[in-house]
């Protein structure tokens, strides 16, 4: 076994060596400028773009020309929020989106509230962070212009009902944008069937590269039109001038077909591994909690609040193994996860969660290891624990007067 | 974000970690901070004729928390009563070299030191 393990995959993922393969070619001999019509090493570049674009369009049932290439998922939340807001401000100013999204998300979503005057509207979530969809069809007003609403959550993992969600987007006549940062390429998602109308994602969470991404942009039924936030040189139909960054996304288009190939099989395993974790974990420590969905979550989520134990320091105690926690000491805001919170998980407990994110290359043996060092370090600062030997004494700690500060 | 070494040495080999029971004699009990805040410390002195002669700590909290309070049980032990009351929150950022996020697990650890001594005081008056 190799050390640090590596169980963060929700954060990102490494390459996939045929990723990397497929790419090279187009930093050397293609090196040319997609949008350089004139030469052959414009039409190298191209042909490897277009192919990309195919690969991409495939794995989420879409057409070639509907994927708008960006750098990165936060660009295409950007551009998708941004964008409608701008192009259809006529038609009304009402956003309906959920507590849980990722901040890309959020804070778009609040950047045009302060500057573009946009009511949102911010739904919350069920004790497993799903949003329910008839809370989106009684939030609709005849001002709503976008609902956006995240495929499948970063921390917890749950897999929102996007389906329902975009069959009331379409009854209503309402634009549906989907963060599917996190579902693309782990569970199937089709675009058409989902009635999604714009749905961003990237390649780095999926064994591709860091720095580009993609956003879906529906052409016909309804034709969506977005505001370009960038302007310049008019590349991807107007709506995202820049040179586009050929290797990466032929990194992108591979990414994608692999995960067509593999998704199932990866989905297979990684879910087997996952649960037994989950039971490796329950069967030894007591007051252990599920955070998200016992059922519908991604396969290679488990996210877990381990009562007594800070995050931060059980990270500490097991930091040959590379994972995430709620915690505050572990977020640039000092706050503990905003999305536990939002699930009605008390804060104490937020404190105490770990995100285990498996990936296509983690083994057996390195998932076994990272359950036993969790019980292990668990159980050394339990008996650390100031909270853990008031609870074994019978006091109840939500009784205790504590001095917050 | 990375450790300093001496925290990391505080987290692995944690000083003094334990309970001494509160209502023995000449014991100081003091608990501070909150679970919704991610950190819990209890700090516990035993004086015998004015000195601290033993100290226990249990702590919930981050690596810097642990290691605050594992530090400060190791300077409580041979001091006076009144020496105790003099350690600062700044001692222990200087010596753990603690970054200014984890400048808190520092005051949490000094609150701990003065609760004790405070509780002990009460204990001690109260005879």
């Not at chain 1, 991409?56 to 807001?85: Q, R, Y």
């Not at chain 1, 996210?303 to 572990?330: H, Q, W």
Request: proline content about 4%.
């Amino acid at each position: 076994m190799k050390f640090p393990i590596y169980l963060d995959n929700h954060s990102t993922t490494p390459m996939d060596p045929r990723v990397l393969e497929s790419m090279l070619p187009y930093f050397t001999e293609k090196f040319g400028n997609a949008a350089s019509r004139n030469h052959a090493f414009g039409w190298d570049a191209e042909e490897g773009v277009e192919a990309a674009r195919k690969q991409i369009a495939k794995l989420i049932h879409a057409d070639a020309k509907e994927i708008v290439f960006t750098s990165g998922a936060t660009e295409s939340n950007n551009l998708a929020l941004k964008g409608v807001v701008e192009m259809y401000h006529e038609k009304g100013d009402h956003i309906i989106t959920s507590s849980t999204e990722h901040r890309a998300v959020l804070d778009t979503a609040k950047s045009l509230e302060a500057k573009r005057g946009v009511k949102v509207t911010y739904l919350p979530v069920d004790k497993f962070g799903m949003v329910n969809p008839e809370d989106v069809r009684n939030a609709i007003t005849d001002k709503t212009i976008l609902i956006s609403v995240m495929f499948a959550n970063n921390e917890i993992g749950t897999i929102n009902p996007v389906k329902a969600i975009g069959k009331i987007a379409k009854e209503k006549g309402i634009l549906f944008h989907c963060d599917a940062t996190q579902g693309v390429g782990k569970v199937p998602i089709d675009v058409q069937d989902m009635g999604i109308d714009l749905m961003s994602f990237s390649a780095h969470k999926i064994y591709g590269p860091k720095g580009v991404g993609a956003l879906y942009v529906r052409k016909k039924n309804p034709r969506v039109r977005i505001a370009a936030q960038m302007d310049g040189g008019g590349h991807e139909r107007g709506m995202r001038s820049g040179t586009l960054p050929v290797p990466l996304i032929v990194g992108f288009g591979k990414a994608c077909r692999l995960c067509e190939q593999e998704m199932a099989a990866d989905a297979a395993r990684l879910s087997v591994m996952r649960d037994r974790l989950h039971a490796t974990i329950t069967k030894a420590l007591e007051d252990v909690y599920l955070n998200g969905h016992p059922t519908e979550r991604l396969p290679h989520n488990l996210n877990i609040s381990f009562a007594y134990v800070e995050g931060e320091s059980l990270l500490m105690g097991c930091k040959e193994i590379a994972l995430s926690s709620g915690s505050a000491c572990t977020s640039a805001t000092l706050e503990p996860s905003y999305v536990l919170r939002a699930l009605g998980v008390g804060a104490e407990l937020a404190h105490s969660s770990i995100r285990f994110g498996l990936g296509r290359f983690t083994l057996d043996e390195e998932v076994d290891y990272a359950g036993k060092r969790i019980i292990e370090t668990v159980t050394k600062l339990r008996e650390m624990s100031p909270l853990y030997e008031m609870a074994k004494e019978g006091i109840d700690l939500k009784s205790v007067q504590w001095a917050a500060h | 974000m990375a450790y300093s070494e001496k925290v990391v040495d505080h987290f692995n080999n944690p000083r003094n970690m334990g309970s001494f029971k509160k209502e023995e004699d000449g014991v100081g009990t003091g608990i501070v901070g909150a679970p919704e805040c991610g950190d819990v410390m209890k700090l516990q002195i035993k004086v015998e004729n004015d000195t601290i002669v033993d100290a226990k700590f249990k702590t919930f909290g981050c690596g810097s928390a642990i290691a605050s309070s594992s530090l400060a049980t190791e300077w409580l032990k041979g001091k006076t009563v009144e020496e105790a009351g003099k350690i600062k929150n700044t001692d222990i950022v200087q010596e753990l070299n603690l970054p200014p996020v984890k400048i808190h697990c520092s005051v949490l650890a000094e609150d701990a030191i003065k609760a004790a001594l405070a509780d002990y005081q009460k204990k001690a008056d109260s005879k």
